[in-house]
């Protein structure tokens, strides 16, 4: 391998993005020489779903530490543990600080349900379907200091039919986050993300 790729998969709930992640390296679609879990909550599903696939769970709890800083640094020594030179935010319910994001300049990326910049915040598929503008969609971005900002990766729509529920488009929505997530990941792994002046392009 090139240069070889060690993941780390940060999540904090359901997981259903780790697990196509996870699906995508065991069918070699996206080739890394490892991935670990990166968890703050003992209570959430994603752990049993890595426990599943036999993947190295790191759970860090926020309680155990006395500071965000101390936390964060928890985190990161941990990350040099492992070596992880790319970090995946999958449902990460924390915000990461702008010394944390400057330490990973252009090597955290992130998931949201909602073409940005609308709808940014934890509820995105909701307040899509209570403002129902005719699309909305999903995007995969480098983080930066700010809350849902930062360099688009991929950036696909979603169109809001008038018979919609909101379950029937958050199904749409997620469907599409497990084909884009794994995709946008391949394209780092394979270095095809070139970042200039704040733009991703490819190829
Ligand atoms: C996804 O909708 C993602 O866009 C957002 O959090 C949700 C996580 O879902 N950031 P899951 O835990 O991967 O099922």
Do not use: W
């Not at 780390?8 to 780790?18: D, K, L, P, Q, T």
């Not at 169109?159 to 749409?172: A, G, P, T, W």
């Amino acid at each position: 391998m090139k240069n070889p790729i060690n993941l780390a998969i940060f999540a904090s709930g359901n997981g259903s993005n780790f697990s196509a992640i996870v699906k995508a390296i065991k069918q070699k679609k996206i080739k890394v020489r490892s991935v670990i879990l990166v968890c703050d909550k003992p209570e959430a599903f994603v752990i049993q779903r890595a426990q599943k696939a036999k993947i190295p769970v790191v759970l860090i709890r926020r309680e155990d530490f006395v500071n965000r800083g101390d936390f964060e640094e928890g985190i990161v020594q941990r990350l040099k543990n492992y070596k992880i030179n790319l970090i995946v935010l999958a449902g990460f319910m924390r915000i990461l600080s702008v010394s944390f994001v400057k330490l990973y300049h252009n090597r955290v990326m992130n998931i949201h349900p909602s073409l940005l910049p609308d709808f940014k915040g934890a509820h995105a598929i909701e307040d899509a379907f209570k403002h129902k503008p005719s699309f909305t969609g999903v995007t995969v971005h480098f983080i930066d200091e700010q809350v849902d900002n930062g360099p688009v990766i991929l950036q696909q729509k979603v169109k809001i039919n008038k018979s919609d529920s909101l379950f029937l488009l958050e199904r749409r929505i997620h469907a599409l986050e497990h084909k884009l997530y794994p995709e946008a990941i391949k394209l780092f792994v394979n270095a095809k993300l070139k970042i200039r002046a704040g733009k991703v392009y490819l190829g």
